[in-house]
């Protein structure tokens, strides 16, 4: 018989993980459920925000003169990745995270940038980690590691304390809000990513890239499924997300 066990199971893997009809022909999706996804456009190669052409300059990054050196991002935050993400984060939905990590990596490669001695993903305060019983960006720094082979450093970086969520604040309270909640406890080659799945305002990332900076690392780069398409202070489509 044609659908017997092994052939079942054989359609359902390579059957497009976003429809669910067509088969799956780029890093899990279909052609156009692929095509479809809200590529970012003209991101800038520092904060990650859209420009309005290749060769444009970035403002938010001549005003912000952000820490991190490098931001790759593959998609805008917007549908679907708006159900996406929280559904990994929140109703441990990982399977997602095995077609995004991929869609991810491919465009790592593309950027053509010099890859890092290792990846830390953004820690969450250890009691947060413990009632949601995952880190997102931890598992999604364990696949990309795996598809780049890149070691990846999960206890160097620590959350030490809690803090408010960013994107209500104003850019003040956003500093003095993540003053102190993170450490370093051990020594880190020159060159790292910081992976996350998501960045909204960017002062979380930017926060860890000054600390390591101040450790001694010489580059930080960042690595995330999808930023908000605004530069700043974006509420609408960011109520759950950090
Ligand atoms: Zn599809
Ligand atoms: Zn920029």
Redo the contacts with the bound molecule.
């Keep these: 018989m044609f659908f017997n066990k092994v052939n079942l199971r054989l359609f359902f893997k390579q059957i497009?993980?976003?429809?669910?009809?067509?088969p799956?022909q780029l890093n899990g999706?279909?052609?156009?459920?692929?095509a479809d996804l809200p590529w970012r456009l003209f991101p800038c190669p520092v904060c990650g925000l859209s420009r309005t052409s290749p060769m444009a300059d970035c403002p938010d990054c001549q005003r912000l003169q952000p820490a991190f050196d490098h931001t790759c991002v593959a998609l805008d935050y917007r549908f679907p990745l708006t159900q996406l993400l929280p559904a990994i984060k929140y109703h441990q939905q990982l399977r997602t995270l095995g077609w995004l990590a991929p869609v991810l990596a491919a465009q790592i490669r593309d950027t053509e940038q010099a890859l890092p001695h290792c990846l830390l993903p953004v820690p969450m305060h250890p009691w947060d980690q413990l009632r949601r019983g995952h880190n997102q960006a931890a598992l999604l720094a364990e696949q990309l590691g795996r598809q780049l082979n890149i070691p990846v450093q999960y206890q160097a970086l620590q959350k030490i304390r809690h803090t408010r969520k960013q994107h209500r604040l104003s850019a003040r309270q956003r500093r003095h809000n993540l003053q102190g909640a993170f450490a370093l406890n051990k020594p880190l080659p020159s060159h790292v990513a910081l992976v996350d799945d998501v960045m909204t305002t960017g002062s979380t990332l930017n926060e860890i890239a000054r600390l390591l900076k101040s450790q001694g690392v010489l580059r930080v780069d960042n690595w995330v499924i999808a930023r908000t398409p605004e530069s700043q202070d974006s509420t609408e489509e960011t109520d759950e997300i950090e």
Excluded: K, N, T
């Excluded at 497009?16 to 067509?22: A, D, E, N, T």
């Excluded at 999706?29 to 692929?34: G, K, R, S, Y």
């Design positions: 497009c993980q976003l429809c669910r009809l067509q799956a999706l279909c052609e156009d459920c692929h």
